[in-house]
């Protein structure tokens, strides 16, 4: 441990107490921290990042792994009210098979993350479970294909 | 601008992809008498697959089309890329070239806060404030274009350095442009700031509280002009600006004006911290040569840096392969775009290019 | 009745030439005047669809100053404009849109492409929700290439939409 990553670690080692192991720690970086939870868990444990200081979602998406038939759905919190944790971003993944692409939405925890789950569910198909506009938002109307952004998609001229 | 009748006292209100203020972007309002009672934002007019485009290019060649979707603040949205593919390539760009990314990044903050203040102008229908700093933006232009080589879309920031070091004689020309803008900004006060007619349609309109601004996550400038003193320049310092002295601007009010204020405010320190990087800047080299192609190690990295319009973000996976696996951005602009049918809502109609535009949401890059 | 060949012959020739006079003397004048008339008041749509929006405003800006060459400024309604410009990427979202607003505007009227994108495409060749090339929706007069095209190249294509008009018919 150094002394760079003092908080951090401080920060994934209380998460750890309070969920046993149900978390497991990816990587602990200075200013990163990155952590990963099974679907079912996510939202209480997104509640205990939030219920830190970590008020701000920054980034939402996820990653196609056709090999492993999953979906890796990411959300990266941040948090500007208090200083201390300001230059921290805190990264908590899941993985949610292909077949059946459902997680549950974390809108009420994170009001911010309403477009960032509208647009992660039309490039990739991932449906967000009782978030109220689970709808197209940057796609036109008319889109009949695949989501754009899953693998098994290729870009005209570039099979 | 299409009108729908809802029967009884509401309407219905299209306002765009054709109207006269920032196009390319559609709000359905609904309106109760002149209150705007539901304010539904339709974006995607200029979505462009960015990210599914990065998947097919390589490291380098991603920059000139990941720059595209804000050409105003060019290098706001390479730099973290940039800062990012270095992450996985594992390279560590020279120290000029560092202080030279800033310049640049600077720069662009004050020519995409220039047009932003034009539009503006011309939104509130004061057509002084649209000429004035339009034709002050050519100066810093000019600035830009003598070191990337084009007006906007310089491609200038690339893994391993910068492309090409500054000219001669930069740092003479740029000190006098800032001492030209200097007094620019106070006379941008005296008719535009203090003007009694622009402070009646900014002041108390539109006010995003503290609480709000957090919880809706709005970022940047109008996170800033809620009271909230972050900034990644300052909570997460990249290049070398944990070595320069600046202040944040920070309002409390959270209205439009206080917006407005934070942008003119960022304008002056933006210069500053030119300045002093100038006086700082050492002779050297200015790229790390990467000889071959660029494969990154097979993991991941994820970077945010302050660009014009608040906090961009880029997350990269890479699999060891020539191209990335998946790159991930996060625009301030979509963001913030959540904020303002929040502001909009319990609004008059004629207050909306007021809010709309203090919000600085530019369409093409919160599509990508 | 007039049955003579000759006659026929006659006043077919003075029929000829008294159109040949009006067509010299009085269409030519006219048809100059009204295209003088439409040159140096051309009033764009204020349509954005890209990026090139911004060179577009720089040009309008007081160091380029797209006015002095009979280019007014993008505002107003669209029923009063006569000339559509193009500014880059037209996506598959706003390609309708674009024919609706063209369709709408009154004649004449004429469509500049400004920008790689509105010509073929541009960078965005292989994105799978960019018309590749705005011709395909609305006739072109005038291609401006660049990208973004310099304010310079953008006043050089109106120009040139300027010497096309002149020349066009009424």
């Not at chain 3, 500049?112 to 960078?123: E, V």
């Not at chain 3, 060749?125 to 953008?154: A, M």
Request: glycine letters at 8%.
């Amino acid at each position: 441990m150094s002394k760079n990553t003092i908080t951090e670690t401080k920060l994934v080692k209380g998460l750890k107490t309070k969920f046993n192991k149900q978390i497991t720690e990816e990587y602990v970086e200075p200013n990163r921290i990155k952590i990963s939870t099974s679907p079912t868990n996510l939202k209480a444990v997104a509640l205990a990042i939030k219920e830190l200081g970590f008020d701000q979602i920054i980034s939402q998406g996820a990653t196609d792994y056709p090999d492993d038939n999953l979906f890796r759905v990411e959300y990266h919190a941040i948090c500007v009210s208090i200083k201390k944790f300001r230059r921290i971003m805190f990264a908590i993944m899941t993985t949610i098979p292909k077949n059946k692409p459902e997680i549950e939405t974390l809108l009420d925890i994170w009001p911010s993350v309403e477009f960032h789950e509208q647009e992660t569910f039309e490039n990739f198909g991932i449906t967000f479970l009782n978030h109220p506009r689970m709808e197209r938002l940057l796609l036109p109307e008319d889109w009949d294909d695949i989501p754009p952004l899953r693998k098994d998609f290729s870009l005209p001229g570039r099979d | 601008m299409q009108v729908v009748d809802q029967g009884g006292d509401k309407m219905v209100l299209h306002v765009g992809p054709q109207h006269p203020g920032s196009g390319h972007f559609r709000i359905v309002i609904t309106l109760d008498g002149d209150y705007i009672i539901d304010a539904k934002p339709d974006p995607g007019y200029v979505h462009r697959g960015a990210e599914k485009m990065a998947e097919y290019r390589t490291y380098i060649q991603n920059i000139p089309h990941l720059e595209r979707p804000v050409i105003i603040d060019a290098t706001g949205i390479t730099l973290p890329y940039v800062l990012t593919a270095e992450k996985i390539l594992d390279v560590e760009p020279p120290e000029r070239a560092q202080y030279i990314r800033m310049i640049m990044a600077e720069l662009n903050r004050i020519i995409s806060h220039l047009y932003w203040l034009a539009i503006y102008g011309i939104f509130l229908g004061h057509s002084t404030m649209f000429m004035w700093p339009m034709g002050d933006r050519e100066l810093f232009i000019d600035l830009a274009e003598s070191i990337g080589g084009t007006r906007v879309t310089f491609s200038y920031v690339v893994p391993g350095g910068v492309r090409n070091d500054i000219p001669g004689g930069f740092k003479e020309r740029a000190l006098k442009t800032f001492q030209y803008f200097e007094k620019r900004i106070k006379e941008y006060e005296e008719i535009f700031f203090n003007n009694p007619l622009m402070q009646s349609r900014t002041v108390g309109i539109g006010i995003l509280k503290k609480q709000n601004a957090v919880k809706l996550g709005i970022t940047g400038p109008n996170l800033r002009a809620s009271g909230i003193n972050s900034d990644t320049r300052k909570d997460e310092p990249y290049c070398f600006y944990n070595k320069i002295r600046f202040d944040i601007p920070v309002y409390k009010e959270g209205d439009s004006y206080a917006r407005c204020m934070v942008r003119l405010r960022e304008l002056q320190q933006s210069m500053d911290i030119i300045r002093q990087v100038l006086d700082r800047m050492k002779p050297g080299p200015i790229k790390h040569v990467i000889r071959g192609v660029m494969r990154g190690e097979p993991g991941e990295a994820f970077v945010r840096t302050e660009a014009a319009r608040g906090t961009m973000f880029y997350h990269i996976v890479s699999n060891g392969e020539r191209f990335p696996y998946r790159v991930k951005i996060s625009v301030p602009s979509f963001r913030n775009l959540i904020g303002m049918s929040h502001l909009l809502v319990g609004s008059r109609l004629a207050d909306m290019p007021a809010i709309y535009w203090s919000l600085d949401y530019w369409p093409v890059e919160a599509d990508k | 009745m007039v049955t003579d060949p000759t006659l026929n012959l006659l006043v077919g020739k003075a029929s000829d030439l008294f159109a040949n006079v009006i067509e010299k003397n009085v269409r030519e004048p006219i048809r100059y005047l009204i295209n003088w008339g439409r040159l140096y008041s051309l009033w764009p749509v204020h349509l954005e669809t890209a990026c090139c929006s911004i060179e577009f405003g720089a040009a309008s800006g007081p160091r380029h100053d797209l006015e002095r060459f009979g280019m007014l400024e993008a505002f107003g309604s669209l029923r009063q404009c006569d000339i559509l410009v193009v500014q880059g990427t037209v996506t598959r979202k706003m390609a309708p849109r674009m024919k609706w607003v063209y369709e709408q505007m009154p004649e004449p009227k004429w469509v500049i492409a400004m920008g790689a994108c509105a010509i073929s495409g541009g960078l965005y060749v292989d994105s799978y929700n960019v018309l590749q090339g705005v011709d395909k929706i609305v006739p072109v007069d005038v291609y401006i290439p660049g990208c973004p095209p310099r304010p310079e190249t953008l006043i050089q294509g109106i120009i040139e939409l300027q010497n096309k008009i002149r020349k066009s018919k009424v």
